[in-house]
T-cell receptor, first 107, second 122 residues
Framework: AIQMTQSPSSLSASVGDRVTITCRAS??????LGWYQQKPGKAPKLLIY???SLQSGVPSRFSGSGSGTDFTLTISSLQPEDFATYYC?????????FGQGTKVEIK | EVQLVESGGGLVQPGRSLRLSCTAS????????MSWFRQAPGKGLEWVGF??????????EYAASVKGRFTISRDDSKSIAYLQMNSLKTEDTAVYYC????WGYGDYFQHWGQGTLVTVSS
């Protein structure tokens, strides 16, 4: 199975900060990667698909980049509603595998 | 509006079985793959498996942790996906989500149910 190594596992940031989360795949996965946001007690929400495509309705402060093995989710200006846990998910092959998650907390 | 509603969760003893249902509405169910995920308490997300649409053979894929114990099926006439869970273990305790993806291939998961809690304990 492809291993997705996500970092950091947590971070503290202030409103307005630029935040970057990375995922590294154990082998090349082209651009077959999505990013999800999850708030406590809620189902995940798709933010980015195909590594860099913004899902409809998601604010433009979210962006994704990368291909092959290294991927990045960037929040350009952190907003209060962005405090949540973020996961990457590769869909290059089965089994689909997630990163361990990054909890974004208020500084 | 796409809606996915899971049901069937609850408390079950180790070794027993449970069947979850995912009732869908708001889209042509038969055109889409349906996937299941889970999340153990306080842990990250885990893909459980999925079933392709009939157009793609209706075949299934599973995570290694559930293969041989869990079976995903679908009833397109009722717009329901099922997750049959046999030989349950304590480590299967989790919130289980059913999902529908963007395009029907089982890749990017745009729609999620509210989740149903399965607790495996004696």
């Amino acid at each position: 199975a492809i291993q997705m190594t996500q970092s950091p596992s947590s971070l503290s940031a202030s409103v307005g900060d630029r935040v970057t989360i990375t995922c590294r795949a154990s082998q090349g996965i082209r651009n077959d990667l999505g990013w999800y946001q999850q708030k406590p007690g809620k189902a995940p929400k798709l933010l980015i698909y195909a590594a860099s495509s913004l899902q409809s309705g998601v604010p433009s402060r979210f962006s994704g980049s990368g291909s092959g093995t290294d991927f990045t989710l960037t929040i350009s200006s952190l907003q209060p509603e962005d405090f949540a846990t973020y996961y990457c998910l590769q869909d290059y092959n089965y089994p689909l595998t997630f990163g361990q998650g990054t909890k974004v907390e208020i500084k | 509006e796409v809606q996915l509603v899971e049901s069937g969760g609850g408390l079950v003893q180790p070794g027993r079985s449970l069947r979850l249902s995912c009732t869908a509405s708001g889209f042509t169910f038969g055109d889409y793959a349906m996937s299941w995920f889970r999340q153990a308490p306080g842990k990250g997300l885990e893909w459980v498996g999925f079933i392709r649409s009939k157009a793609y053979g209706g075949t299934t894929e599973y995570a290694a942790s559930v293969k041989g114990r869990f079976t995903i099926s679908r009833d397109d006439s009722k717009s329901i996906a099922y997750l049959q869970m046999n030989s349950l273990k304590t480590e299967d305790t989790a919130v289980y989500y059913c999902t529908r993806d963007l395009w029907g291939y089982g890749d990017y998961f745009q729609h999620w149910g509210q989740g149903t809690l399965v607790t495996v304990s004696s």
